[in-house]
């Protein structure tokens, strides 16, 4: 119960981090391309 909730707490804080600043979710995009392509995307998660 408690797991969902905090899960459910997570979703909607990255939904409005979505709504207040669309370049983080292109740069999330990005990100995760580059992890299925195998690149190496350390330097830009560690900013």
Avoid at 21 to 43: K, W
């Amino acid at each position: 119960m408690v797991h969902a909730m905090s899960g459910k707490k997570i979703a909607v804080s990255f939904d409005h981090r979505v709504a207040a600043s669309p370049s983080e979710l292109r740069n999330a995009i990005h990100a995760s391309l580059a992890m299925a392509n195998g690149y190496d995307v350390s330097s830009a998660e560690a900013r």
